[in-house]
């Protein structure tokens, strides 16, 4: 343990409920401890894309609510992706720690789904990831680029009342497509709108899977280690 003694880490301002302990949770294992806090930077990226998601939906203009929802829909599908990557190479010890921490037996049912890759998103899950969400693969975005050649007429660009920033709509379009092929031959909000929603509903399901995956895990952990509820 390191000689220096800092202050203490407290509560920030507005919480009621908190879970607490002392530096040795970190010195008895640091390598199980530095698993948590990997598992808890994941937790808290897909949550933060999840609200994201959720507030693109309140955009004003139909241009830009279509170009937020399905970005954050990229990027919260491929943090998913991420952070399961990350419970299938620790998965025992992650598992473990999640039936210590409340996780029940139907609950671990559904994420093994996940974590065996059948769930109903994962093939939306393994493109966000791999060629959408951080890569923009050319070869993957061409594919879909060039069936657009059918249409009569493209539209780049736009800008919306009271928008501040054009909108680069044939790529919103395209990531739409590349991302939920069925959204190929929908041209309007009104059409394509339902068939976002059951496959947010999809990628959500999955993303709130792990999220409590790995707040279970870490429930688990803070028992192992002795940690205190507060309030």
Known sequence: ???RIDPPIEPMPGTIRWVESGPEAIHLDPSR?????RIGLAANAIMAQHHLA???RAR??????VRDTTASLVMSSALTMESIR???ENRPAVEALAAHGGMTPDFLKRVTEVLDEQHPAWNALKRARNKLGFHWDARAVERIVREYERNEKLVWIETGEGASEPVL??????LSTALIPETAALTTEAEAGPVIDEWMDRLNDAMMLMFQFF????YGFLAEVGAESRE
């Open 1 to 3: 343990m390191a000689n």
């Open 33 to 37: 401890a530095t698993l948590i806090v």
């Open 54 to 56: 959720r507030a693109a």
């Open 60 to 65: 004003t203009t139909e241009a830009g609510r």
């Open 86 to 88: 990350l419970a299938q």
């Open 169 to 174: 709509r044939l790529a919103a379009d395209v």
């Open 215 to 218: 707040v279970a895990a870490t």
